[in-house]
């Protein structure tokens, strides 16, 4: 095994068993074929399988399984393995097996290493490890989780403090090398609210050109654990993401719905400038049971973007929970005249549920393959998939089969289900081209 090939296949699921399909083998009652394709080097497989071991109390077993893999040196499998470990109650194997890979220079081992090692009594060396590398920002992150269980906050905070100049904020993540300024600020922040100092922790974030990361806004989140309703209210007003923050408080806490959907109402900006907020007040209106309403704000931003797929698509979808297919594929039909009456797949195929719901799947298949791309690989996906809801699983193959390459996965999950899975294993691992063999 090579360490490059598996991370390859891995992170690109191609040449190899997904974990989907790995997880259909088990389902179905083939877990001696997981078995024997852990042992031929198909990681998704060997994990699997040292999980069901593990479970089955043949911890041995199970780690001879990964063995292999973990010879490598393979980060993923060195995590994977130490996770198992951990979990098992093998805390120093896990620590010794992360510690090696520490001392081979791995930045990420050094992060799992040291939140091993704080976990199980050892914070404080885990903090001197992580001191030296607080201008990296996700050890830094580390540092400041294990600073709690070490009793060093204040030190953290005072190496925090340090990285945040006074004249210069980051317009972008991209902007500083190293830990940003308003990463730093974020971590600072972290440290007060767990003392105890919320005011101080709110006047630092106030302070940060960036707000939002993967999504979140941390002075939000932090204005709604503390029931500073008032404050996230105003800060809402201005931040949409901010908002999105006052709109969960309101329907997870208190249950106040016609508030959730006021605020969400609130924004300034036309609904087309703003389709994800759209979107989401939809889906807010659909949780709640009206999702006619929900169909009324889509439309108006399909009305305003005719031509985003995924606004169409998730309006196809609203039309179908809410019984209206017929409504649902006048709508579409209307939107496409101002198309001159031509869609490309990418457009035309989110009417097909439609079709089926309405008319029937024989219908929606015919109308599909009468489309000019209906006889692409493109379309037998989505054709396939109409097949396959109603248990014509046998068709659905036919249908595939005549783009292979291109649907392996698709492919291959239906062989299985009906029980070829030599076939799809054949698919999912074409033969090497012999001019790559030599």
Same mark, same amino acid.
């Given at each position: 095994?090579?360490?490059?090939?598996?991370?390859?296949?891995?992170?690109?699921?191609?040449?190899?068993?997904?974990?989907?399909?790995?997880?259909?083998?088990?389902?179905?009652?083939?877990?001696?074929?997981?078995?024997?394709?852990?042992?031929?080097?198909?990681?998704?497989?060997?994990?699997?399988?040292?999980?069901?071991?593990?479970?089955?109390?043949?911890?041995?077993?199970?780690?001879?399984?990964?063995?292999?893999?973990?010879?490598?040196?393979?980060?993923?499998?060195?995590?994977?393995?130490?996770?198992?470990?951990?979990?098992?109650?093998?805390?120093?194997?896990?620590?010794?097996?992360?510690?090696?890979?520490?001392?081979?220079?791995?930045?990420?081992?050094?992060?799992?290493?040291?939140?091993?090692?704080?976990?199980?009594?050892?914070?404080?060396?885990?903090?001197?490890?992580?001191?030296?590398?607080?201008?990296?920002?996700?050890?830094?992150?580390?540092?400041?989780?294990?600073?709690?269980?070490?009793?060093?906050?204040?030190?953290?905070?005072?190496?925090?403090?340090?990285?945040?100049?006074?004249?210069?904020?980051?317009?972008?993540?991209?902007?500083?090398?190293?830990?940003?300024?308003?990463?730093?600020?974020?971590?600072?922040?972290?440290?007060?609210?767990?003392?105890?100092?919320?005011?101080?922790?709110?006047?630092?974030?106030?302070?940060?050109?960036?707000?939002?990361? !993967?999504?979140?806004? /941390? @002075?939000?989140? &932090? *204005? #709604? $654990? +503390?029931? %500073?309703?008032? =404050?996230?209210?105003?800060?809402?007003?201005?931040?949409?993401?901010?908002?999105?923050?006052?709109?969960?408080?309101?329907?997870?806490?208190?249950?106040?719905?016609?508030?959730?959907?006021?605020?969400?109402?609130?924004?300034?900006?036309?609904?087309?400038?703003?389709? !994800?907020?759209?979107? /989401? @007040?939809?889906? &807010? *209106? #659909? $949780? +709640?049971? %009206?999702?006619? =309403?929900?169909?009324?704000?889509?439309?108006?931003?399909?009305?305003?973007?005719?031509?985003?797929?995924?606004?169409?698509?998730?309006?196809?979808?609203?039309?179908?929970?809410?019984?209206?297919?017929?409504?649902?594929?006048?709508?579409?039909?209307?939107?496409?005249?101002?198309?001159?009456?031509?869609?490309?797949?990418? *457009?035309?195929?989110?009417?097909?549920?439609?079709?089926?719901?309405?008319?029937?799947?024989?219908?929606?298949?015919?109308?599909?393959?009468?489309?000019?791309?209906?006889?692409?690989?493109?379309?037998?996906?989505?054709?396939?998939?109409?097949?396959?809801?109603?248990?014509?699983?046998?068709?659905?193959?036919?249908?595939?089969?005549?783009?292979?390459?291109?649907?392996?996965?698709?492919?291959?999950?239906?062989?299985?289900?009906?029980?070829?899975?030599?076939?799809?294993?054949?698919?999912?691992?074409?033969?090497?081209?012999?001019?790559?063999?030599?």
């Amino acid at each position: 095994m090579d360490a490059s090939d598996l991370d390859y296949r891995a992170r690109t699921r191609s040449g190899c068993i997904p974990p989907d399909l790995v997880s259909r083998l088990l389902e179905r009652g083939y877990a001696h074929v997981v078995e024997l394709e852990a042992g031929r080097g198909e990681w998704f497989c060997a994990l699997a399988w040292a999980r069901l071991l593990g479970e089955r109390d043949c911890q041995a077993d199970a780690f001879e399984v990964l063995a292999p893999y973990l010879a490598t040196g393979w980060w993923t499998a060195v995590e994977a393995t130490t996770e198992l470990l951990e979990s098992w109650g093998r805390v120093d194997e896990a620590i010794e097996i992360t510690r090696i890979r520490m001392k081979a220079g791995h930045l990420m081992a050094l992060e799992s290493y040291t939140r091993l090692l704080a976990r199980y009594g050892r914070a404080e060396e885990a903090f001197r490890l992580l001191r030296p590398h607080i201008d990296e920002p996700s050890l830094a992150t580390a540092l400041v989780d294990v600073a709690e269980k070490a009793g060093q906050d204040e030190e953290t905070a005072a190496l925090l403090a340090a990285q945040i100049p006074d004249d210069h904020r980051c317009n972008s993540p991209w902007c500083c090398r190293g830990l940003d300024p308003d990463t730093a600020i974020g971590l600072l922040a972290t440290i007060r609210e767990r003392q105890g100092l919320i005011d101080d922790a709110i006047a630092l974030l106030r302070t940060r050109n960036i707000t939002v990361l !993967n999504g979140r806004d /941390q @002075l939000a989140d &932090l *204005l #709604a $654990r +503390h029931d %500073r309703i008032g =404050e996230l209210r105003a800060y809402a007003a201005a931040k949409d993401n901010a908002a999105w923050r006052f709109v969960e408080l309101l329907e997870e806490r208190g249950g106040d719905i016609e508030g959730a959907i006021a605020a969400c109402r609130q924004a300034d900006r036309p609904i087309a400038q703003d389709p !994800n907020s759209a979107v /989401q @007040l939809a889906q &807010l *209106l #659909a $949780r +709640h049971g %009206r999702g006619n =309403e929900a169909i009324d704000v889509i439309c108006a931003l399909a009305d305003a973007r005719p031509g985003d797929d995924w606004i169409l698509q998730t309006l196809s979808e609203l039309f179908l929970d809410q019984g209206r297919a017929e409504d649902g594929l006048a709508y579409l039909d209307a939107l496409a005249t101002t198309r001159a009456g031509e869609e490309n797949w990418d *457009l035309y195929w989110i009417r097909l549920p439609l079709i089926a719901a309405h008319h029937g799947v024989d219908d929606a298949i015919a109308q599909a393959r009468s489309h000019p791309e209906g006889t692409t690989w493109y379309a037998a996906s989505h054709i396939a998939e109409l097949l396959a809801g109603t248990g014509r699983i046998e068709e659905a193959v036919a249908v595939l089969e005549q783009h292979a390459s291109q649907n392996s996965h698709d492919l291959a999950g239906y062989l299985i289900d009906l029980g070829r899975v030599q076939d799809a294993l054949a698919i999912l691992r074409p033969p090497i081209p012999q001019a790559l063999r030599r």
